[in-house]
């Protein structure tokens, strides 16, 4: 069995909390003994877990990016694939909320978006398998752990997909700067599927022509779109505060 690593202070504490049973071992950088290094060493310690120490080149040698100087190597990720999606939908309690990311290729942008939604309460978070980034162990860590808890979804079909969510009495929500309705009017309370497009390109032509309605984001610079990430999150947290009116 390969085992996956996720690194990074932030996102190995968040791992040892939440599915300790799923990690292998921990490795941490030799020296380093600062409070932060301490909490995550006793959580470990507290666990029974395997801690190596290792210098700061092997550590670099395991991962790419900032690991803060330690990497907790664990059991793979369980996945979701198209199978589990009507075990997943069946098991929502009340109004369902979900995140539907197309064409969002970028790692980084799809752990910050599994990040914001884990926040705002989303149920699970779908995208097409073509064009879309994987969770891998840079989304994972961006993520902060909010990727063991929150199902991803990767699908063939987001059209179909998109029609079976509407059957199921889900109004799908989609994001684009012509829209003329803005996302603060439109109505987010009921169940609720919200879709955003990539950066640039937006959604796909069939994914726009199956949204039971646009909506947009009002800007008042001079740039003409956010990141989609943060467009995200706007949208989510809107959302979240009408559910809470409700």
């Excluded at 029609?163 to 439109?186: F, N, P």
């Amino acid at each position: 069995m390969k085992l996956e690593a996720v690194y990074g202070l932030h996102a190995v504490t968040t791992l040892l909390e939440r599915s300790p049973d799923q990690v292998v071992e921990v490795w941490v950088q030799s020296g380093r003994i600062d409070q932060r290094m301490q909490k995550v060493l006793a959580r470990a310690e507290a666990q029974g877990l395997t801690i190596r120490e290792a210098d700061k080149g092997l550590l670099n040698q395991k991962v790419e990016g900032n690991h803060q100087g330690v990497i907790a190597f664990r059991k793979p990720l369980q996945g979701y694939s198209e199978r589990h999606l009507t075990e997943l939908l069946d098991a929502i309690e009340g109004n369902p909320f979900i995140l539907i990311l197309d064409g969002v290729t970028d790692p980084h942008n799809l752990g910050a978006c599994i990040r914001t939604a884990d926040a705002a309460g989303v149920h699970l978070v779908i995208a097409p398998k073509d064009k879309s980034a994987p969770m891998n162990a840079t989304a994972a860590k961006v993520a902060c752990g909010a990727a063991e808890v929150v199902p991803y979804v990767q699908v063939t079909n987001l059209a179909r997909t998109m029609k079976e969510l509407q059957e199921r009495g889900i109004w799908i929500i989609g994001t684009a700067g012509e829209a003329k309705v803005s996302v603060y009017q439109q109505d987010l309370k009921g169940p609720l599927a919200l879709v955003m497009g990539a950066e640039g390109d937006g959604m796909r032509r069939l994914t726009r022509e199956n949204c039971d309605h646009l909506i947009n984001i009002p800007m008042a610079g001079e740039v003409s779109s956010v990141n989609v990430s943060v467009a995200t999150g706007i949208c989510l947290f809107e959302a979240v505060r009408q559910r809470l009116l409700a």
